[in-house]
């Protein structure tokens, strides 16, 4: 069901400073058995990348938070699962423009596939 799960940065008007997304594709017809220690490798080569990507973001000022968003394919029903009732809507402010988009690393390990990738506001709207 989760299509995106991103760690937004905000500053203290609420507003999205940055984001490091985390796109996942999950192969559903997959029928081997998935190796644990090959897709723990390969995880661990983005959480790598991820602490090695500082240079990409931009300084953030000394007020700001964070938060983790997922984003899903369709969203789930309340009342229909204990897990559905556990997830907070977020009202998280969108940037008005497409954001700059840096890819960081990709990764294709059957029966996964995942993106890092870093978003900024467009110049435009950095500016204001």
């Keep these: 069901m989760v299509e ?3 760690v937004i940065f905000f500053n203290a008007d609420n507003v999205p400073l940055e984001k490091f997304v985390f796109k996942l594709a999950m192969n559903q017809t997959y029928s ?3 190796e644990e ?3 723990e490798f ?5 959480l790598i990348k991820l ?3 500082e240079s990409l973001s931009k300084g953030l000022p ?3 938070w964070w938060e983790i968003t997922g984003y899903f394919r369709s969203l789930p029903e309340t009342g229909t699962s204990k897990e559905a009732d556990l997830w907070i809507p977020t009202d998280t402010k969108q940037w ?3 954001p700059l988009i840096t890819p960081i690393k990709s990764m294709s390990s059957e029966p996964l596939c995942l993106q890092l990738y870093l978003e900024h506001p467009c110049l435009s709207e950095s500016l204001l």
């Design 37 to 39: 220690v090959d897709l």
């Design 96 to 98: 008005q423009q497409p």
């Design 4 to 6: 995106r799960v991103a």
């Design 42 to 46: 390969s995880l661990r080569s983005f």
């Design 62 to 64: 000394p007020d700001c």
């Design 32 to 34: 081997s058995e998935v």
């Design 51 to 53: 602490s090695n990507s």
